[in-house]
């Protein structure tokens, strides 16, 4: 009991800006210790390997496509991850375990089919992606390598989104850590023997196994929701199709960002390796600051999803305005982080000066609007929370890929250069605050109706007084008032997803 209660947290009652910096925090750090390991990858292949600018374009080229792939099984994990979050916030525990082990079969069959399917389409994406033909041999090699480890990749994300469900944000940074550390371990090992691009994809691959390994571990020890039966293992219906409802139109908003990114990445491997590595190196330094914002992003997806499996809506705005403030905070500080020590930062991945130059100038234009993006982050979070991806998934498809596109398509054949690719990137996040700001107050408005019509209809055993302005909110039911309350709430999130989403 005390070890469940230690890897859990209730996020709907309570500080909401303490736990939402404790529950984040963890994120954060397991996401900037990805990229320090996959920069660590970087760093190593740009300074010890024999062809160090080559290499590091080839490695650094298949940073869109890779994301393009996974950013898909990612979005279903946080379909897994909603909900998860909403059965714990409706104490509906039969749910919760279908919803768990429903998602690791999920993950198992996705991890390999995207890993067979990416390994044999290598080549022809590539080629698509106009890569430089000094670069593509070796890129080839490094993604094709990239895909054996794909199963694990998805399984450890899957895994991590269902404690961070149950607000458990600290095992996973902690496997990730081991298995970051033996990545770094193992790069230096076999770049030095000569393994060149190949070692850098063994040892990520590595790596995500053992992270996954200790995941798996975990669940089958937990003494609550998150407890893994291989038993149980099988995909039941009722729990796929929510968490393709919410998963689905998530992976597919993750793949906008990505396909564009890919369109863009497609231009600019016209302008030769060196600007694609001074570019790809400008993107590892920005990954820091976007994976920080984003973690607060992913931390409210949680407490929004209990809350809103618990009903207590008032409380979800009180979460989103405390999500503003830590992301704006964390937004100014990490631009004006790599703004000051961009290049210094940027040498660190290569020793070419003119390299390092590229890298600064895409830096110089995206940071100053870069919280931004963290404020739509914060708002694409608590609709997901609220069920609401549809909407968010088609305000992003004009706002980031069709804008995007078109962009490309226009100003960029006007204006031949790097620096026009890159300007399209503060536009969208600008753009798409404002739109996804309006969307979330019409959605906020419609389900806190839907919810005091609800509490009229509905007889509650008990109340609560914790909101500031001392309005009363249900606070216990009886099972039955549980579920009648959330297949309400479903009906009304399935009502309002009508309209246009995303």
Not at 373 to 379: K, M, P, R, S, T
Request: hydrophobic residues 50%.
């Amino acid at each position: 009991m005390t070890a469940t209660k230690k890897n859990s947290m209730d996020f709907t009652h309570g500080p909401i800006f303490k736990k939402l910096l404790v529950f984040a925090i963890p994120i954060a750090l397991s996401g900037i210790l990805q990229l320090l390991f996959n920069a660590a990858d970087l760093i190593v292949i740009g300074q010890l390997s024999a062809t160090p600018d080559e290499s590091l374009a080839a490695v650094s080229s298949n940073g869109s496509i890779i994301h393009l792939i996974i950013n898909v099984a990612l979005g279903l994990s946080i379909g897994a991850n909603v909900v998860m979050a909403q059965s714990i916030g409706a104490k509906n525990h039969e749910k919760a375990s279908k919803t768990l082990h429903t998602s690791l079969s999920i993950s198992l069959i996705l991890g390999f089919a995207l890993g067979v399917i990416g390994f044999l389409l290598t080549r022809t994406i590539l080629t698509i992606m106009n890569t430089d033909p000094i670069i593509i041999d070796k890129a080839e090699l490094y993604l094709k390598i990239f895909f054996c480890g794909m199963p694990a990749n998805i399984v450890y994300n899957f895994g991590s989104a269902l404690l961070r469900a149950k607000g458990d944000t600290r095992r996973p940074m902690i496997y990730l850590t081991i298995a970051g550390v033996l990545n770094v371990l193992l790069n230096i090992v076999l770049v030095l023997n000569g393994w060149d691009v190949a070692g850098v994809a063994v040892a990520t691959i590595f790596s995500q196994y053992v992270s996954a390994i200790l995941l798996v571990i975990t669940l089958f020890r937990e003494n609550d929701d998150c407890k893994l039966f291989v038993r149980k293992l099988r995909i039941h219906k009722r729990e796929l199709i929510d968490i393709l409802r919410v998963g689905l139109p998530s992976g597919i908003l993750s793949s906008f960002f990505s396909l564009a990114n890919v369109i863009i990445q497609s231009a600019i491997n016209e302008f030769g390796y060196v600007i694609v590595a001074g570019s790809s190196t400008a993107s590892q330094l920005d990954g820091f600051a976007y994976t920080t914002i984003s973690s607060i992003s992913s931390a409210i997806v949680s407490f929004v999803g209990q809350n809103y499996g618990a009903n207590n809506i008032k409380r979800i705005k009180r979460v989103v305005i405390c999500g503003f403030i830590l992301s704006f905070s964390v937004s100014i500080a990490m631009t004006a982080i790599l703004l000051i020590f961009g290049r210094f930062l940027s040498s660190l991945y290569t020793s070419d000066a003119q390299i390092v130059e590229y890298a600064v100038q895409k830096l110089q234009i995206l940071m100053p609007l870069y919280f931004t993006a963290g404020f739509y982050e914060i708002l694409v979070g608590a609709l997901r929370g609220m069920n609401k991806n549809m909407v968010t998934m088609i305000v992003s498809l004009f706002c980031i890929c069709i804008f995007r596109v078109v962009w490309v398509n226009t100003a960029c054949r006007w204006i031949h250069e790097p620096y026009m690719l890159y300007l399209s990137y503060p536009i969208s996040w600008a753009l798409n605050f404002i739109i996804d700001l309006i969307v979330f107050l019409v959605v906020y408005r419609k389900i806190a109706r839907t919810i005091a019509q609800t509490a009229q209809d509905v007889p509650t055993s008990s109340q609560n007084s914790e909101d500031v302005s001392g309005a009363k909110e249900s606070a216990e039911t009886s099972e039955k008032t549980c579920s009648t309350t959330s297949e309400t709430s479903e009906v009304a999130c399935s009502t309002t997803a009508d309209a246009p989403q995303e």
